[in-house]
């Protein structure tokens, strides 16, 4: 089963929930989605790592045969492309590998290159296999990191957790798209409840069986907590506020495999997911 981890922002525990769920399974593929900032790896420290570069197709003109129709000028959405001094310039960074200037230029005079925009790594922790996507700075997009990451990767196992980047954007779209449940972490502040509401319209436009882990729980209001009731949505558990837990995850490292209590939580947590995820098949095959 693929299991999406998301969250509205970044810092509410998303990494935590879906590297600790991992290590609690006895076997599971970990896919850290965050291209941007990935930092699972820092907690798993994978071994035997491979390595494999990304690439997407950047057009090249050939400036002699180029008429200056401006065509393909007009067609792009993203400003890629420019005629300046009678020379077609195209500008890597925004490019969006979409081809139609390829395919719209009527003297043919615009071909491709492949242009590395980044790496997808894969190791061993124990009883989890990494992957990690990690985008080169300035890219205009990790989507085509996150497609690599995501074909065909539970490597026989159970378990397959997907940690997403943080928000609600294109590239969370790409990472959640074929995710069997999708867990939802969420701060207990106001502002937290905020985030929690973007990701939830995401999930129900995608229509994905989902729930919410309410992280950094204290006594006393919990704005998140009331939206999730409010909307009927499923709160999976509650992780308390908890310094030993903190300092643990500040020293990357995994709690499950540091203290037989947070086994103990995250494994009810994971088995707790299971059963959702077997219910919703069940009533949805």
Known sequence: MKIAVLSGKGGTGKTLV??????????????????EEPNG???????????????????????????????????????????????????DEVCHSCGGCVLLCPEKVISEREKVI???????????????GIMNTGE????????????????????????????SDCIVMESIKDADY???????????????SMVYELVRLFNKPHGVVLNKCLPGENPSEKFCIEKGIRILGRIPYDKELGTLNSNALISVRENEKYWAMFFTLLQIVTKEVQHETAINP
Not at 118 to 132: D, L
Not at 182 to 193: D, N, Q, R, S, Y
């Open 118 to 132: 980044g790496e997808v790594q894969k190791g061993v922790s124990e009883n989890v296999t990494v992957f990690t």
């Open 18 to 35: 879906s590297v600790n769920l991992a290590a609690a399974a006895k076997e599971a593929v970990y896919i850290d989605c965050d291209v």
């Open 182 to 196: 999708c867990i939802l972490v969420a701060e207990p502040t106001i502002f937290g409840a905020h985030n929690l």
């Open 41 to 91: 790896y820092l907690f798993f420290k994978p071994e035997d790592i491979e390595s494999e570069k990304i690439s997407i197709k950047i057009p090249v003109a050939d400036e002699k045969l180029c008429t200056g129709c401006r065509k393909c000028v007009d067609f792009c959405k993203f400003n890629a492309l420019a005629h300046i001094n009678n020379k077609l310039r195209v500008f």
């Open 140 to 167: 205009a997009s990790g989507i085509p990191i996150v497609k690599k990451l995501l074909i065909d990767r539970n490597e026989g196992k159970d378990f397959t957790f997907i940690d997403c980047p943080p928000g």
